[in-house]
């Protein structure tokens, strides 16, 4: 259901509707179906209205992966409430970083320390066995609240960028359905289908496969992070999937391990890739070791959830081809002024559609320099990202003119980085060098502790999978002109293959 005046929530309702004994949700732990997650989500909705969560408020839910997370993001819907999944790693400075952005009314966490710092901040804080027991004593049926419209925000999604802490984009039910009704016109999950879900709902591309599930009835399997190495084969073979969203390393260590194993293959019908391109060299690997399934190759920010999408097997046909853009929008390649350009020639990737969310929380100049103007009825997307348009509308990512980079399935700023890094008790300089071709991404610092001992101590600052694997000391950054950091120098004397001034010490 995703017509005029929908909202989130009614994917689940509808689906519990025409299927309420379909499999809905699992986590290897638990499952629900779909009529068990209609009425869950309005128990938790009806007890969190008892709490005093009202329209216009924000929920932070901090919880490992579980389907709990999706039962309160669609509880969350109903109250029209926006909810905020926030990574399980996200404690300690990261998470009162999102508490003092986002102020939510409440705050849901397994972490004392977490609900410590909320009630700190005069906010509300409960733990999920209490939330769950409430939500027992309620009444379903019950609907005494007032419902949100298509226009009001659903979540906030946080993503790194070139600011010192992340950001929350912000998503309206409008623009979150649209999304996700022009990506199932392409990818066509089906009721039959098993996803299974190795992302963080964190991510907005783990969380749209719970929402994809809804809206196509099919059964989500949620994972984690674990369950991505060696354990991958038979996890997929375990819950019989035949969708999985992937990034780069997923595809990865799947190829691997198929390659290295005789036993039986998953049954897959459609791999999907985003978060970074994955390489030809893995893409053949898949096609040789999964000959029954299809690979959706596809271009997204969080600010418009995904701008283009490959054909099934399109990059056979068009190599380094990311895609068309989403039925009912358009990508256009621009020029410095913001106007578009021919075919063929190379400008900022610019998005146009109902699915360009709203802006970002309380940043309006951010919001303004991203979204410099309007489109019709929408605001147009600059992302940031370079490339070029085919004459068959096709697009080409040619490369970032910033400082975001992919890692481990996370978007990554190195102005983040630093700045958590400049955190760190005997740090007296930071830079942060995005990964290349030949080298992962590296934090190069002034200070007197031992590479090893910053990089431990910067797990107090910033999330795990956003560290640097590789750190170098220095005894001085080279400087610019302007008395800024010069990353052009550090560069050349960092990477191997440059002469170095001094022995460095790195880990």
């Known amino acids: 259901m995703t017509g005029p005046g929908a909202l989130l929530h009614d994917l689940v309702d509808a689906t519990a509707r025409s299927r309420p004994d379909a499999p809905a949700l699992s986590d290897g ?6 009529g068990e997650l209609a009425t869950r989500s309005r128990q938790l909705a009806t007890a969190l209205h008892l709490l005093g969560m009202r329209r216009g408020d924000r929920m932070v839910i901090a919880l490992p992966t579980g389907v709990l997370v999706p039962a ?7 109250l029209g409430v926006a909810f905020s999944i926030v990574h399980e790693q996200v404690r300690g400075v990261p998470l009162e970083h999102v508490l003092d952005d986002c102020r939510p009314a409440l705050l849901v966490s397994d972490d004392d320390g977490a609900l410590r710092a909320a009630r700190e901040r005069g906010l509300g804080g409960i733990a999920p066995m209490e939330l769950n027991a409430s939500a027992d004593r309620t009444d379903p049926r019950r609907d005494d609240r007032t419902g949100p419209l298509t226009v009001d925000p659903v979540c906030l999604i946080y993503t790194s960028g070139t600011t010192s802490a992340p950001k929350a984009v ?5 623009q979150a359905l649209f999304a996700l009704s022009a990506i199932q016109s392409v990818l066509r999950y089906q009721p039959d289908d098993t996803v299974y879900c190795p992302l963080p709902l964190s991510f907005d591309y783990g969380l749209y496969q719970v929402f994809l599930g809804a809206l196509s009835g099919a059964h989500v399997w949620l994972g984690g992070a674990r369950e991505s190495g060696p354990a991958l084969v038979s996890r997929l073979l375990e819950c019989e999937a035949t969708v999985l969203p992937m990034v780069p390393s997923l595809g990865d260590s799947l190829a691997w391990l198929l390659r290295r194993t005789s036993g039986p293959r998953p049954p897959l019908r459609l791999l999907t890739n985003t978060g970074a391109a994955v390489s030809a060299v893995t893409l053949a ?7 029954g399934a299809r690979i959706h190759l596809m271009f997204g920010l969080t600010e418009c959830k995904r701008a283009t999408i490959m054909p099934a097997d399109g990059d056979l046909d068009r190599p380094g081809s990311c895609g068309l853009p989403l039925p009912g929008t358009e990508v256009v390649a621009c020029d410095e002024n913001g106007d578009q350009l021919p075919p063929g020639e190379i400008g900022e990737l610019t998005v146009r559609g109902p699915n360009v969310m709203a802006g970002y929380w309380q940043r309006p100049d951010l919001t303004a320099s991203r979204f410099p103007r309007r489109h019709g009825l929408f605001p147009e997307l600059r992302t940031g990202d370079y490339g070029w348009i085919d004459t068959d509308g096709y697009v080409y990512f040619d490369g970032r003119r910033d400082d975001l980079y992919k890692q481990r399935g996370f978007r990554v700023s190195t102005t983040e980085v630093e700045a958590a890094a400049r955190r760190v008790p005997g740090v007296t300089g930071a830079v942060a060098l995005p990964p290349d071709d030949a080298h992962p991404a590296e934090l190069v610092v002034v200070t007197d502790l031992e590479p090893a001992q910053v990089l431990v101590q910067l797990r107090e600052q910033i999330e795990p999978a956003k560290i640097p694997p590789r750190c170098t000391v220095v005894a001085e950054l080279p400087l610019n002109g302007n008395g800024k950091a010069d990353r052009r120098a550090l560069t050349e004397r960092i990477r191997p293959g440059h002469n170095r001034s001094r022995p460095d010490q790195s880990v």
């Open 29 to 34: 732990r638990h499952s629900m179906t779909y």
């Open 72 to 78: 309160l993001a669609f509880a969350a819907s109903r």
């Open 170 to 174: 912000v998503s309206t039910h409008g």
């Open 285 to 291: 690997a898949l096609r040789e070791t999964l000959p």
